[in-house]
């Protein structure tokens, strides 16, 4: 199973900044797609960002301009750098990999799997 520990959320204010941080460990033999979601309450679960192997990261409109994400294949680790935040960014995001394990030194087909999530509260 693919281990994803999130850090980095917390409580901010009105305009200010967070970099929320993931690290994914476990038996691991390629990650593919990293990324970001989140969910506020009473909502459903939506995209914020997505950094692939190859390419350019995707972003959700919202997130244009003000979330950076950037990627680290060597330590296995996806970072969302989030600035000029307000009160609609206030949710739990999840990180999020595709990606493959080795099992008896074979490689699985690849997976989703997802962080437990960290509460990010921005006040007003």
């Known amino acids: 199973q693919v281990h994803l520990e999130e850090s980095g959320g917390g409580l901010v204010q009105n305009g200010g900044s967070l970099r929320l941080s993931c690290a994914a460990s476990?038996?691991?033999?390629?990650?593919?797609?990293m990324g970001w979601y989140r969910q506020a309450p009473g909502k459903q679960r939506e995209l914020v960002a997505l950094?692939?192997?190859?390419?350019?990261?995707k972003y959700a409109n919202f997130a244009n301009g003000r979330f950076t994400i950037s990627r680290d294949d060597a330590e296995k680790t996806v970072s969302l750098q989030m600035n000029s935040l307000n009160s609609e960014d206030t949710a739990v995001y999840y990180c999020?990999?595709?990606?493959?394990?080795?099992?008896?030194?074979?490689?699985?087909?690849?997976?989703?799997?997802w962080g437990q999530g960290t509460q990010v509260t921005v006040s007003s």
């Open positions: 999020y990999c595709e990606a493959s394990m080795v099992r008896g030194g074979i490689a699985q087909a690849p997976g989703n799997y």
């Open positions: 476990g038996g691991i033999f390629s990650i593919y797609t």
């Open positions: 950094a692939p192997t190859v390419g350019s990261p």
